[in-house]
């Protein structure tokens, strides 16, 4: 299990972030359940939409979305 902090969430999604391309790499080769916390998400929502771009914040709903349907994005741990 990997705990994603919002710096993953931004940097997966913002182009221009110097991580955008790890983030990519890492999330195709990932084969670890991923977790994180709805002020993650609140955060990395945040910061994605100060860009100007809030289809960027719709596009990490839509991933987020999916990861759970694919049983990749815990609903809790413990």
Request: hydrophobic content about 45%; proline content about 4%.
């Amino acid at each position: 299990m990997i705990i994603v902090d919002s710096g993953f969430w931004f940097g997966l999604f913002d182009r221009k972030d110097v991580y955008h391309p790890a983030c990519c790499v890492f999330l195709k080769q990932c084969q670890e359940p991923l977790i994180t916390t709805f002020p993650v998400l609140t955060e990395a929502m945040h910061l994605l939409m100060r860009r100007g771009n809030t289809q960027l914040a719709l596009d990490l709903l839509a991933l987020l979305a999916k990861l759970h349907q694919q049983g990749v994005l815990l609903e809790s741990y413990g």
